[in-house]
């Protein structure tokens, strides 16, 4: 098959776009196979000696699904003796990690440290989401007091009307004649 395809493939193509629309400064690559991203001899042999920012330096690898991440990372951390803390999952309701069977204590607790940090996180967020949500209804209020106000003021029949002649007219009760006496 051809490596270069696939729907996984083309996942990882999607979310790349996706992060440069959102911050086109930032270094990312993919689809990179992890021998490239991380190893600067095989990043050498794919750019082909071109330069490039995260090929061979990667210190961060998103993988497409919680398997892939899942099995990388074991590996990775068991050749390598290195403290390892993942998989993370993210883009859920609520913070959710995952352990496997094998895990040890210090993996426990730093899973549970990160899924910490998450749910403080998510607070945050909710807080801030909730108070933006308020001035936004407090905008809105306004903006309909405001156009509820404007109304009532245009269909007010206004005592003077800057175009029309000012004109004044008073009415009073005719006073009794008083009869003269000669």
């Known amino acids: ?5 696939g729907p996984v493939i083309e996942k990882v193509r999607q979310a790349r776009a996706i992060v440069k629309e959102k911050d086109p400064l930032m270094a990312v690559e993919g689809p990179v196979e992890f021998d490239a991203a991380v190893d600067p001899e095989v990043a050498r042999m794919v750019t082909k000696g071109e330069p490039n920012d995260v090929l061979g330096k990667a210190t961060v690898c998103i ?13 990775v951390q068991q050749a390598s003796k290195c403290v390892a803390i993942g998989p993370i999952c ?3 309701r609520r913070p959710v990690n ?21 749910a403080s996180e998510a607070k945050k967020k909710k807080a ?8 936004m ?10 156009e509820g106000e ?28 008083r009869e003269q006496r000669q």
Request: proline share 6%.
């Open 1 to 5: 098959g051809n490596e270069e395809q």
């Open 63 to 75: 993988f497409p699904d919680l398997n892939t991440g899942n099995n990388t990372y074991k590996a």
């Open 90 to 92: 993210q883009g859920l």
């Open 98 to 118: 995952d352990l496997s069977r094998g895990c040890t204590i210090d993996d426990i607790v730093n899973t549970v440290l990160i899924t910490c940090v998450q």
């Open 128 to 135: 801030m989401d909730l108070e933006e949500g308020k001035v």
């Open 137 to 146: 209804k407090a905008k809105k209020e306004a903006a309909i007091e405001e």
């Open 150 to 177: 404007r109304k009532r003021r245009s269909e007010t029949p206004s005592a003077v009307s800057s175009s029309a002649p000012k004109v004044e007219v008073t009415i009073s009760p005719a006073e009794p004649k």
